[in-house]
């Protein structure tokens, strides 16, 4: 195995021995950016060592004061000054850092890995040496799936395994599509360039966009012909830990939502413009697509929500209101066809659609509050109809959640713009979001100030926590190795798939698993295990990779200029 892997944490400092007692990020910094490692534990001085062990730099430590979220009293060395490339230690007190690099490109690896990691993720084929190394796998899933309730049989292969399971789901997927899809619309420099060696590489089309397509395929064979959506496609019960063409119980598409059928309306209405310049037929393909599920939307005005029917354990990804995804199936026809209509719908569920209070809704990305993709789509739309004053608000909105975040991550001794409650089940998903809130912010209001803010929220799941592990598998020396990820689990490899990442710390400990392995009263940052049977801790998702997509496109772009 090459480097460290983490095993679990119990929550007793007296237990969790723990390889390095400096925390860094562990892919590195830019070398004109600040950079900073925490240490919780009294220290004057700190010193950067090279990969001979020489010192190169020192500085004074500064004394950050109590972590809340951590129960860590921190000392923080500062080094932004140093910047001479290469690879270093922070060393204090006899304790080191994890290995990181000062420099260009310091990203560029770990991007690749976390972009590459949807490949691994593929339904319905085999994955085949020359693109998966030896996370190989026969195809899988290639029979045809019954509709829950009749003896009819769809024809439905493809897509992503949705998470550590190998289900298949609408919503969550039209997501994650849509993060990388505004990635490469605001970032296409940086996007273009990105080789990910998948089956399609060589082809017009940049291979992020290859990628996505392999998914908005299957989105669009979960469109039934009124137009609505079929929720998920799973089986009854979640597989055992087997590789994925040993999955062999039946499957089945299970009923209608109409959040799935905005959902899609609206990932295939944003794909449809970005698409259009690369195959014009698939293209056109998208924009029927997105305008059947409209009409059937405007047809079935109020909300169909979705259950598991009896007997079937598989994912929910249950809401109950649908105003967030019609919203954001407005914008992006508007945006799209410039149709006045889809401009009045719009504007008439940003005035009227949100209860008082809810106004934080149009700026979430997902998976089940997805309103601010809606707002992102109608600030970045150039169609003359436009309501400009509405586009300001919605960019105030924005900037105005970001400098509340700011505060939170100044309150925090490692930067996460995190409030206790927010470490839940996919904790490392809503940081990504607020550097993705924080990414935009910089854009509507120019304060260079959130730039570093996203970057500060990239330290933290890359390793600058106070469990100084990396949370992407394959990045850093001491890094995530068993996530639960059927496949990772089976493939009888010590290494996991790089570029997966894990959900991170979860205070409200959902699993039994986790339950017996971290201590009741643990701070809400330590609250993680390395585990494969933690899978409110350490599950993957495909939606927690992408708004992660959306960050390094950023900052690899920033690293490029």
């Not at 105003?323 to 407005?330: F, I, P, S």
């Not at 505060?407 to 550097?435: I, P, Q, V």
């Not at 409110?536 to 390094?552: D, H």
């Amino acid at each position: 195995m090459n480097g460290l892997s983490a095993t679990y944490f119990t929550g007793k400092k007296d237990e969790a021995v723990l390889p390095f007692g400096i925390f860094a990020d562990q892919a590195g910094y830019a070398a004109n950016s600040r950079k900073t490692a925490v240490m919780p534990f009294k220290s004057d001085y700190f010193a950067i060592v090279n990969e001979n062990g020489e010192k190169v730099y020192e500085g004074t430590v500064s004394h950050f004061g109590y972590d809340e979220f951590s129960g860590d009293d921190i000392y923080i060395a500062d080094f932004s000054a140093f910047t001479t490339r290469g690879s270093y230690r922070v060393v204090a007190n006899g304790k080191r850092s994890p290995v990181f690099r000062i420099g260009d490109g310091v990203y560029k690896n770990v991007f690749h890995d976390i972009a590459k990691a949807f490949y691994f993720l593929r339904c319905g084929c085999s994955l085949e040496e020359k693109y998966a190394g030896e996370y190989t796998h026969a195809p899988c899933h290639t029979g045809k799936v019954r509709v829950y309730g009749e003896d009819t049989f769809l024809d439905i292969q493809g897509g992503w395994h949705d998470a550590g399971d190998y289900g298949r789901y609408v919503t969550a997927g039209a997501c994650a599509c849509a993060h990388i899809l505004y990635a490469y619309k605001m970032f296409p420099e940086v996007l273009d360039k990105l080789e990910l060696n998948i089956p399609e590489s060589g082809s017009a089309t940049p291979d992020i966009l290859e990628e996505c397509r392999y998914e908005l395929e299957w989105l669009m064979k979960m469109q039934r012909e009124d137009g609505s959506a079929y929720h998920k496609l799973t089986t009854m019960q979640h597989a055992p830990f087997v590789m994925p063409e040993d999955d062999t119980d039946e499957l089945y598409v299970f009923p209608i939502s109409s959040s799935a059928a905005a959902d899609l309306c609206a990932v295939c209405a944003l794909a449809s413009g970005i698409y259009e310049p690369y195959d014009k037929e698939f293209s056109q393909k998208l924009r029927e697509t997105a305008e059947l599920s409209y009409k059937w939307l405007e047809e079935n005005p109020r909300n169909v929500g979705f259950r598991n029917p009896s007997g079937c354990g598989t994912g929910i990804y249950v809401e109950f209101d649908d105003t967030d995804n019609r919203y954001w199936a407005a914008a992006e026809l508007f945006a799209l066809t410039g149709e006045s209509r889809y401009n009045d719908s719009f504007l008439h569920l940003y005035r009227y659609g949100f209860q008082d209070g809810m106004n934080y809704i149009k700026t979430s990305f997902g998976y089940a509050l997805i309103g601010g993709l809606g707002s992102l789509s109608y600030i970045l739309c150039d169609r003359p109809e436009k309501d400009n004053i509405v586009a300001e608000d919605l960019k105030t909105l924005f900037s105005g959640e970001a400098y509340w975040l700011a505060d939170k991550a100044d309150r925090s001794g490692y930067g996460a713009a995190l409030n206790g409650e927010d470490y839940c089940w996919g904790s490392n998903m809503y940081l990504m979001h607020n550097a993705m809130k924080f990414i935009l912010a910089e854009k509507f209001t120019g304060d260079g100030r959130f730039s570093g803010l996203a970057a500060e929220q990239l330290h933290v799941l890359l390793g600058r926590n106070p469990l100084g592990i990396s949370y992407v598998t394959g990045c850093g020396e001491y890094r995530c190795n068993n996530p639960h990820l059927r496949p990772a689990a089976a493939d009888g490899i010590d290494e996991c798939i790089p570029g997966m990442i894990s959900g991170g710390p979860n205070s409200r400990l959902d699993d039994w698993r986790a339950k017996q392995l971290i201590r009741p009263g643990t701070p809400p940052m330590k609250c993680f295990a390395d585990n494969v049977d933690c899978y409110s801790l350490n599950e993957v998702a495909i939606y927690w990779n992408s708004p992660a997509v959306f960050v390094l496109a950023y900052l690899n772009q920033k690293d490029d200029s």
